[in-house]
């Protein structure tokens, strides 16, 4: 099968027409793409947030809400996370979600999903007390305009956390991974969801995306302090950090 990546003007429309295609089984191809490590990459991103229980948070191209739940669960009833996606799919699942989350966990924050573009969020400046993008970025037409987006939103000293797939350096394990990646990785994508474009596209997006220093200068140049990163599951993924002056 040939594959072609879309040009930047097709790339937000193909990547949400992805997204509604594959929502139903995307946690579940998650886990088993991830080999279930993504719980542990989600909860240590979430320790980045350094979450203030009563606070107001966003979690960006929120998917299924995986990290919006995580969110609210920290966080007392004053507090409260918004949830954004423009996949209406995946949003379906989000909220279908909920009914069961809010059963199960009484005292926890309030929770909005909201269909908007992560390219021109539909909130004023200095809204959030925090922000994270998880699995997002790579995945935006412009990688700095949606760094520079949330950190317009957030109020100065909160922190924005971004948590994506990383440049494993070149080695042994190098290979081994591309190989997953590139060849195991659609396989699956094909077997368990019947979509192996998706699959295909997933490693093919790394290849535009910035390695785990040049995602820091992106941060930075966006007016953050205190940039830090670290590589999780050896550079597999990178988690990102900093904080609006
Ligand atoms: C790989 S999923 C990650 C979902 C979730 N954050 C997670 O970690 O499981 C990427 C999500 O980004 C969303 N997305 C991509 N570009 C977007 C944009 N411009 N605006 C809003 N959502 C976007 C997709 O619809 C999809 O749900």
Excluded at 124 to 140: K, V
Excluded at 155 to 172: F, I, T
Aim: hydrophobic fraction near 40%; charge should be neutral; glycine fraction near 8%.
């Amino acid at each position: 099968m040939t594959f072609t990546m879309p040009t930047h003007n097709e790339k937000a429309k193909y990547v949400q027409d992805q997204f509604n295609r594959i929502a139903n089984g995307y946690d579940r191809c998650n886990d088993l793409v991830s080999l279930g490590m993504h719980r542990s990459w989600k909860h240590q991103a979430i320790k980045a947030l350094n979450i203030k229980p009563t606070g107001n948070y966003l979690d960006v191209c929120c998917g299924t809400g995986d990290l919006t739940f995580i969110i609210a669960k920290s966080l007392t009833e004053s507090g409260c996370v918004t949830g954004l996606d423009f996949s209406s799919k995946m949003l379906d699942i989000a909220s279908s979600r909920s009914a069961d989350f809010f059963a199960k966990h009484k005292h926890v924050g309030s929770i909005a999903f909201i269909n908007g573009d992560a390219l021109n969020l539909p909130f004023a400046d200095n809204t959030f007390d925090g922000a994270i993008i998880s699995f997002g970025l790579r995945n935006l037409t412009d990688f700095n305009q949606g760094i520079n987006e949330i950190s317009r939103v957030l109020k100065p000293q909160a922190r924005l956390v971004n948590l994506d797939l990383g440049h494993p350096k070149p080695g042994l394990f190098t290979h081994v991974y591309n190989f997953y990646f590139n060849n195991i990785v659609p396989l699956i994508g094909e077997t368990f969801q019947n979509e192996r474009t998706a699959y295909t596209y997933l490693p093919k997006s790394l290849e535009q995306y910035p390695d785990a220093q040049g995602i820091s200068t992106i941060l930075t140049n966006a007016n953050l302090t205190n940039v830090e990163y670290r590589n999780l599951a050896c550079g597999t993924v990178a988690l990102h950090w900093g904080t609006v002056a």
